[in-house]
């Protein structure tokens, strides 16, 4: 059993930056990939960012790229998610989850955090 607990989230102006973390606890995640969904209201959750167990690959989605980093620190057991030039339409719940995954459009993970709010304000 894995237990994740996101923090960091809360509320910027549009082109600012913001990091939420996830912090894992019950097992190391370091064997587990890790990602970011986010859901915006009225939106279905989608998939933000992937990290491998050892923090080597990463997959970012095209709307995000280049304006959001995923990283991880397996001594810590935590994973995080740098996001800079945030938009208004980043706005959204932002969850931490292990082994993510996308089963044809529906998210899936073996664990999910209970999330963390980001507004980003125009």
């Known amino acids: 059993q894995v237990h994740l607990v996101e923090s960091g989230g809360g509320l910027v102006q549009a082109g600012g930056s913001l990091r939420v973390s996830c912090v894992a606890s019950g097992r190391t995640i370091s064997r587990s990939s890790m990602g970011w969904f986010r859901q915006a209201p009225g939106k279905a959750r989608e998939l933000v960012a992937v990290i491998s167990g050892g923090g080597a690959t990463t997959y970012t989605a095209q709307s995000v790229k280049g304006r959001f980093t995923i990283s991880r620190d397996n001594a810590k057991n935590t994973v995080s998610l740098q996001m800079n030039s945030l938009e208004p339409e980043d706005t959204a719940v932002y969850y931490c989850?292990?082994?993510?995954?996308?089963?044809?459009?529906?998210?899936?993970?073996?664990?999910w955090g209970q999330g963390t709010q980001v507004t980003v304000s125009s």
């Open positions: 989850a292990a082994e993510p995954m996308v089963v044809g459009s529906l998210p899936r993970a073996d664990y």
